[in-house]
């Protein structure tokens, strides 16, 4: 089964970049997808924010 949403440690493993980067990318993602502090975002939001592709996504994290 495949996951919806995105954490901080497959933001590292996607970019190389530290844990806090990704949690410091999620919050922006969640402000300019105009979320609340406990909606998750998606690996469809955050290749779109980031315009990657999703299958070479999922390939990475999965």
Do not use: N, W
Not at 9 to 27: A, M, N, P, V
Not at 31 to 36: D, I, L, T
């Amino acid at each position: 089964m495949k996951r919806l949403c995105i954490y901080p440690k497959d933001i590292q493993i996607i970019t190389g970049r530290s844990e806090r980067y990704g949690r410091s990318l999620i919050q922006k993602m969640k402000e300019h997808f105009q979320k609340e502090a406990h909606q998750m975002i998606t690996i469809q939001e955050f290749c779109q924010y980031l315009g990657l592709q999703e299958e070479a996504v999922t390939s990475q994290i999965h």
